[in-house]
């Protein structure tokens, strides 16, 4: 339980110190989800439940959705002119 509260501690000071970079925003995300799955199996290990494991494969994989269906219009978004506009006119 512990590993697990120490990544998430992680990703949310990840996230909050990388407010410039959307990709490292992402990533420190993602270690907050992960982090919450590691939570579920130590959890379903010690109560000897089944469900636990099925559900962790389940956040898994729709982590894997989310994170590229996020990189991708992270990609459209840089890739649009306006869009490089916006970024230096708020930096």
């Given at each position: ?48 439940d089944g469900i636990g494991q099925i559900f962790s494969i389940f956040i898994i994989s729709i982590a894997g959705a989310e994170s590229v269906i996020g ?21």
């Amino acid at each position: 339980m512990n590993l697990s509260l120490l990544l998430f501690l992680i990703g949310i000071l990840g996230f909050i110190l990388n407010r410039k970079n959307i990709i490292l925003m992402i990533i420190a995300i993602e270690i907050m989800l992960l982090a919450v799955t590691l939570l579920v199996l130590i959890s379903s290990f010690s109560f000897d439940d089944g469900i636990g494991q099925i559900f962790s494969i389940f956040i898994i994989s729709i982590a894997g959705a989310e994170s590229v269906i996020g990189l991708s219009i992270l990609v459209a978004f840089y890739r649009s002119p306006p869009f490089q506009a916006i970024i230096n006119s708020l930096f």
